[in-house]
């Protein structure tokens, strides 16, 4: 079955380590994105790339990076110059551009201690 | 600039009752719209989205939405609401104009489904 995975499901932290989430899909798409979720917040885009080697900031990129070297992974890696991590991240992916509907993975929920 | 604003963060409906989630977006050029649901510790499934051509859109799980421009709205309607349906529902905005097509999200309406 295509689709998009997110692992691991729960993460725990120390303040001040980073750590990597890993996304991979198997939909042969193009684009894929990073959205961190907070209680009441909606979605807030944190990176996405449109094509392999190329990635871009989105409205909180402030404390993460991501690297894009494969068309199926876009890891995503919470810093420790991030000021509040604790919260529950989602990866999407789509054909190509903003305009087709996104898939999303399963999720991940990283708790810093 | 885009924004998506989803009236009321909580509604609660019976078995059987029609389920109205509103959303309103602000958009400078027609927007390509998009519900999804989220079951607790789950992704974001998509429930129906519009693009071109017919107003009123059918999704999965009987639901269904109209765009209506002179409003701005684009609400999230079921005729009978199952407990199934209980979850919580993400209204979102995309146009080509705006940083090459973002999506933009409205905060959620969470659904509670009463026997």
């Known amino acids: 079955d295509g689709g998009i995975t997110q692992s691991p499901k729960y993460l725990f932290r120390k303040e001040g380590q980073n750590v990597t989430l890993s996304c991979e899909q198997n939909?042969?798409?193009?684009?894929m994105y990073w959205y961190r979720q907070d209680p009441g917040q909606g979605l807030r885009l944190i990176y996405y790339?449109?094509?392999?080697?190329?990635?871009q900031k989105g409205d909180i990129a402030e404390g993460y990076s991501v690297s894009r070297e494969k068309k199926e992974s876009f890891p995503l890696t919470v810093t420790s110059a991030q000021k509040n991590p604790t919260a529950f991240y989602l990866c999407a992916s789509s054909i190509s551009s903003w305009a087709d509907t996104q898939y999303f993975g399963p999720g991940t929920r990283l708790t810093v201690l | 600039a885009q924004s998506v604003t989803q009236l009321g963060s909580h509604v609660s409906v019976s078995e059987g009752a029609l389920v109205l989630l509103r959303c309103n977006y602000s958009s400078s050029v027609p927007p390509y719209l998009f519900w999804y649901v989220q079951y607790p510790n789950q992704g974001l499934q998509l429930l129906l989205k519009?693009?071109?051509?017919?107003?009123l859109v059918k999704g999965i799980n009987g639901f269904e939405a109209e765009f209506k421009k002179s409003e701005t709205s684009f609400h999230l309607t079921k005729p009978s609401a199952h407990m199934s349906d209980a979850a919580e529902y993400f209204c979102a905005v995309s146009d080509s104009y705006n940083q090459g097509g973002k999506l933009i999200f409205g905060q959620g309406t969470e659904l509670s489904v009463k026997p």
């Open positions: 790339s449109q094509i392999v080697n190329d990635f």
């Open positions: 939909l042969n798409h193009d684009a």
């Open positions: 519009y693009t071109t051509g017919a107003t």
